[in-house]
Nanobody, 127 residues
């Protein structure tokens, strides 16, 4: 059974940085595309960034471009999200997702494309 466990969230001030981690219970290379989504209270889940399984391609939401960096270490079965210049609007629960199928390349922004999810880690950015 696939388990994704996120960590690294917390309470930070505007302009700070955080690195989120998502550790998988299986080989991340077998999970194919992996992504980070976020969900703020009262809002829908939204795509943040994704890492493809092939070619090392990465994809970002406009809100994340230039500030966030997604990476994966298949040797450690871990996905990361480095977040810099955090803003109060980044406050949300950040969820790790894995496709589990090669048909998902990472450019997809719909949460429906991802079959495996972690429980999330909370990020709160104070102004």
């Amino acid at each position: 059974q696939v388990q994704l466990i996120e960590s690294g969230g917390g309470l930070v001030q505007t302009g700070s940085s955080l690195r989120l981690s998502c550790t998988a219970s299986v080989l991340t290379r077998d999970l194919y595309a992996m992504a980070w989504f976020r969900q703020a209270p009262g809002k829908e889940r939204e795509f943040v960034a994704a890492s493809s399984a092939i070619g090392g391609r990465t994809y970002y939401a406009d809100s994340a471009k230039g500030r966030f960096t997604i990476s994966r270490d298949n040797a450690k079965n871990t996905l990361y999200l480095e977040m810099n210049s955090l803003k109060p609007e980044d406050t949300a629960t950040y969820l790790c997702a894995a496709a589990g199928t090669i048909s998902v390349v990472g450019s997809e922004t719909s949460s429906r494309e991802y079959g495996y999810w972690g429980q999330g880690t909370r990020v709160f950015v104070s102004s």
